[in-house]
């Protein structure tokens, strides 16, 4: 014997409005919840030095993010070392970020990589979530031939981690 169940049109359309009023509901609530806490960093930002380096930062939702440097193609701190993007991660901790970064450095006359740097920052969003300010560290690892430089997840860079500065980034909005 074969049975079969009527199913009422008023309690499906009663089930999906819940269900679409739950739906709703619950992205105003986490969407709340993030702005409050200022959890919006993914973008692109401009970067300001002290001494006049600059930069441009995308950072994506996935926490990776891409830095390109004002100084990648030549300049100080050595002039000659030419410098690839810092390419890197980032995460929220409590109320600021962290991120961690690498790039590769390169002889200026014959191209040939010759070190790895590293730029670890630690920044807060300003109110208003348009600025963030932060420090930054950087660590260096020396490349003994152009083929073979150290792994710097695996080996303790070559000098000591020293501090690098502060910085301040805006954000770039479409006017």
């Known amino acids: 014997m074969t049975r079969t169940r009527v199913i009422d049109g008023a309690a499906v359309a009663a089930a999906t409005a819940l269900l679409l009023i739950a739906t709703v509901a619950g992205g105003r609530v986490v969407g709340a919840e993030s702005q409050s806490h200022g959890a919006v960093l993914s973008g692109t930002w401009l970067g300001t030095f002290p001494g006049g380096l600059s930069s441009i930062s995308t950072y994506n939702q996935d926490g990776t993010f891409v830095t390109m440097r004002s100084h990648e193609f030549g300049g100080s701190p050595r002039p000659g070392t030419l410098r690839s993007s810092l390419r890197g991660s980032w995460r929220q901790a409590g109320r600021h970020f962290e991120s961690v970064g690498f ?73």
Do not use: K, M
Not at 139 to 157: F, G, K, M, R
């Open 103 to 175: 790039s590769f450095n390169h002889d200026g006359e014959t191209g040939e990589a010759i070190g790895i740097t590293r730029i670890r920052t630690v920044f807060a969003l300003d109110h208003g979530f348009e600025t963030f300010s932060g420090e930054f560290w950087v660590a260096q690892w020396i490349c003994p031939t152009s083929l073979s430089c150290p792994d710097p997840l695996e080996v303790d860079p070559d000098v000591p981690e020293f501090y690098g500065s502060t910085f301040v980034s805006r954000r770039v909005r479409v006017r």
